[in-house]
């Protein structure tokens, strides 16, 4: 797998993070309410918090860019209280369960960077089908 940090799949995940970012913004349900959506949320983050650590490890020179996808993604979301607390708790998970089981990057690193990039495109589409107006 290239180390390149503009792959279309990246670009395209990145798309339709920001897509979901806007459409996702209801500030109409209280505070620590959980959203339908809030599971699918949840494992997105996770996600990302994978990609910040593997795409790291594998040279990929993106600095903080995954980190300030889930930035953004909480920014337009705005959870409070334990919304927000999972959802953080999301991306901490992905990042520090693969930086348990991987130290440097191999093989079998560019293969999860890869199904977590699909799995994370799935999940914006359908969020992105599901909830946007």
């Not at 920014?75 to 999301?90: H, K, L, N, T």
């Not at 991987?102 to 560019?110: G, K, L, M």
Request: charge should be positive.
């Amino acid at each position: 797998m290239p180390r390149s940090s503009g792959t279309p799949v990246t670009k395209a995940l990145l798309a339709v993070v920001i897509l979901i970012s806007a459409f996702l913004a209801t500030p109409a349900r209280p505070q620590d309410a959980a959203a339908l959506f809030d599971g699918d949320l949840q494992r997105l983050a996770e996600i990302l918090g994978t990609l910040h650590y593997l795409r790291g490890i594998c040279g990929c020179k993106e600095g903080a860019k995954w980190r300030n996808e889930m930035q953004a993604l909480i920014d337009a979301e705005i959870p409070s209280g334990a919304r927000r607390a999972r959802m953080v708790a999301g991306f901490n998970r992905g990042y520090i369960g693969f930086e348990q089981t991987y130290r440097t990057c191999t093989p079998a690193a560019y293969v999860a960077i890869r199904l977590h990039i699909e799995e994370g495109l799935k999940i914006s589409r359908d969020l992105t089908d599901r909830y946007a107006n």
